[in-house]
């Protein structure tokens, strides 16, 4: 086995692509020359990428830049010849994502240094496709991940445009792990209040997937609320009736105020959203598209009809979706229009297009006109690098001002356009989309008519009366075929539905009591070591609450969402591991208040949840038909 040949086994076992790619004949491997110490070195482009003398002098100082300052991951722009990477290696940083822009760099070097040992590192990754690199900066590191970014000075000036693409999109992403993170901690505990306030509505109403592949080549118009919907929102009334027209909530009353209802209006939020909506015969026109996470009064709201969709995202949801009679679970990349485009798909929808996604901001303004703010002003601060937003939501007296981080995309027109963290985790999510739809159904036309904004990669990007004159030509049976669906409700397994609900309360009954146990032995700890500092009665309650920890975390393996409900106190409990404390007696004092915490927060949050799932079992047993009598469905229309 020659020296390429061993290093392509090594890079096949995490990128089995770009191994493939390299063994290509019509890559042309830079030439690989000698320094007067006897390593390498290359030329190219015209510019020696290591010193023609001794690389190694040069790597020192490299090295030492990088080791001087805390990082979780080093995310390197350039290879070559791979002395960086080894000496990170070697000095124990071996958490390492590199980016290689050249297939031509590396292949020469691939072909004449063996670095295999290296590459086979667990945490070692090499990539030469900036969309995997990216994929894997996501979901290898952390928000709370410090990610150090280099590049050597050759790299730097030989692939200029190239290194500022790296910097830009490894910042968005790593916002994007960020605000996961925030999300995680803000919302999980009222999605799940919210699941169970809603479980007399999934009887109520059937689930979206009763409409599967009823639209089988009709075309979507999906609806964002960006500033550019007022270049093209006029043109949805000549169409309705002939497309299937789904708005983002925030999207529905600017529609209106263009003359356009939309067949369904999406909504996802844990809090109720009375500000979206008219309370004219407008609203008694629609239907909603609702997530079984949405605020309970989303449910109450007086309109036409209602659909419910599971989320994949829900621990609780992939339980118990199918007990209510759905088999699709939603895919959502924190936006409703990002699900509408996936719900698209199972509807089998074709072409499906987009207006209003602008992902980035307008003239002034964050939405289209006619949304919930009343009075926006914004101020690009591009120096600093932020934006600040001046704004007054329709339910407010008085105007407030936030401020972002500003972060950059790249625009229909080619150039960047301004953006901020939420924005930017949609535009990656429809990237990452459209890249794994394009090659599984490359049949779907998915089309962006916003007519501004950002650009997304593996969607065209043309206007709404170009769609329209090409693809919206003959009326199409909408509202019968969403009539029909409302008539066909799967049938609902209540049995299933109070056999998961039971097995949930015994479990969370089991980690409530030892989340207790190991409380009392904690505190009794913190005691003995008040009174008498560190000794070898510690080591008994240590083994006592590792016992109890086993045992804890065998049954949280059976209710995975708990941990749905308490990630606030793991984001907690990451913070502290990443605190030093040299003092052995003070970093056992802090290991016990941690422990004291933590386990204070899990009983507590069980004691949350056993009432709501008592409450959930007294739903279903009401909810269930009496036996021997048939179900009286409800009806659909109203509330």
């Given at each position: 086995m020659n020296i390429l040949e061993k290093n392509l086994k090594a890079i096949a076992k995490k990128n089995k692509e770009l191994s493939e790619r390299l063994k290509r004949e019509d890559i042309k491997a830079v030439e690989i020359e000698r320094t007067k110490s006897g390593d390498f070195t290359f030329r190219y482009r015209g510019r020696?990428?290591?010193?023609?003398?001794?690389?190694?002098?040069?790597?020192?100082?490299?090295?030492?830049e990088i080791l001087s300052k805390d990082s979780d991951w080093v995310l390197l722009f350039g290879m070559g010849c791979a002395y960086l990477l080894r000496a990170l290696v070697r000095e124990g940083k071996k958490k390492i994502i590199v980016y290689e822009p050249s297939l031509e760099i590396l292949k020469g070097v691939l072909e004449n240094i063996d670095i295999s040992d290296i590459l086979s590192e667990d945490h070692v990754y090499l990539f030469c496709d900036m969309n995997t690199f990216i994929n894997t900066v996501r979901t290898s590191t952390e928000g709370l991940d410090d990610l150090l970014t280099y590049q050597p000075l050759p790299y730097r000036v030989t692939f200029p445009e190239e290194v500022k693409e790296f910097l830009n999109k490894i910042q968005n992403v790593h916002i994007i792990n960020m605000t996961g993170l925030v999300t995680e901690i803000s919302?999980?505990?009222?999605?799940?209040?919210?699941?169970?306030?809603?479980?007399?509505?999934?009887?109520k109403y059937p689930p979206v997937d009763t409409l599967r592949g009823r639209f089988r080549d009709i075309p979507l118009i999906i609806v964002g609320a960006g500033p550019s919907l007022k270049k093209n929102a006029h043109l949805l009334r000549d169409i309705k009736g002939k497309a299937l027209i789904i708005a983002?909530?925030?999207?529905?009353?600017?529609?209106?105020?263009?003359?356009v209802v939309p067949d369904f209006v999406i909504s996802a939020e844990k809090t109720d959203l009375p500000a979206y909506f008219t309370y004219g015969e407008e609203d008694r026109r629609i239907r909603l598209l609702l997530g079984e996470i949405s605020h309970p009064n989303m449910f109450k709201r007086d309109t036409k009809g209602k659909f419910v969709y599971f989320n994949g995202f829900v621990e609780l949801s992939i339980k118990q979706a199918k007990f209510w009679g759905s088999d699709y679970l939603a895919l959502a990349g924190g936006s409703v229009t990002t699900t509408a485009l996936d719900m698209g798909i199972m509807l089998g929808c074709n072409p499906i297009v987009f207006i209003g996604q602008d992902l980035a901001f307008g003239e002034g303004t964050t939405h289209a006109?006619?949304?919930?703010?009343?009075?926006?002003n914004i101020v690009l601060d591009t120096k600093k690098n932020e934006v600040h937003i001046r704004e007054r939501h329709i339910a407010d007296t008085k105007s407030y001002t936030v401020s972002f981080k500003l972060l950059w995309l790249k625009g229909v027109n080619g150039r960047p356009v301004p953006s901020k963290y939420d924005w930017v985790t949609f535009h990656k999510w429809f990237e990452d989309y459209m890249r794994e739809l394009n090659k599984e159904k490359a049949s779907v036309k998915v089309i962006n008519a916003t007519e501004g904004g950002a650009y997304i990669e593996g969607m065209e990007h043309t206007t709404l009366k170009e769609v329209i004159d090409n693809f919206i030509v003959s009326?199409?049976?909408?509202?019968?075929?969403?009539?029909?669906?409302?008539?066909?409700?799967?049938?609902?397994d209540y049995d299933g539905l109070s056999g998961s609900f039971n097995d949930m309360e015994k479990d969370i009954k089991r980690i409530q009591r030892l989340a207790t146990d190991i409380l009392k032995e904690a505190r009794s700890m913190k005691r003995t070591v008040?009174?008498?500092?560190?000794?070898?009665?510690?080591?008994?309650?240590?083994?006592?609450?590792?016992?109890?920890?086993?045992?804890?975390?065998?049954?949280?393996?059976y209710v995975s969402f708990i941990w749905e409900a308490l990630s606030e106190y793991t984001f907690e409990l990451k913070k502290y591991l990443r605190d030093t404390i040299d003092d052995e007696e003070e970093r056992f004092k802090k290991d016990i208040d941690t422990m004291v915490h933590s386990y204070t927060a899990i009983r507590d949050v069980c004691g949350k949840l056993v009432p709501l799932i008592d409450e959930g079992k007294d739903t279903i047993r009401?909810?269930?038909?009496?036996?021997?009598?048939?179900?009286?469905?409800?009806?659909?229309?109203?509330?």
């Open positions: 020696y990428f290591h010193s023609i003398y001794d690389p190694w002098k040069e790597i020192a100082i490299q090295t030492e919302s999980r505990f009222s999605w799940l209040s919210n699941y169970f306030s809603n479980l007399p509505f999934f009887q983002a909530a925030t999207a529905y009353r600017p529609l209106v105020r263009y003359g006109d006619g949304c919930v703010y009343v009075d926006q009326s199409k049976p909408v509202e019968e075929i969403i009539q029909e669906a409302e008539s066909s409700r799967p049938p609902i008040e009174r008498k500092g560190m000794s070898l009665e510690l080591q008994k309650n240590l083994a006592r609450i590792k016992r109890l920890e086993e045992r804890l975390f065998d049954k949280t393996r009401r909810l269930k038909p009496v036996e021997g009598r048939e179900y009286r469905k409800v009806a659909l229309t109203g509330h």
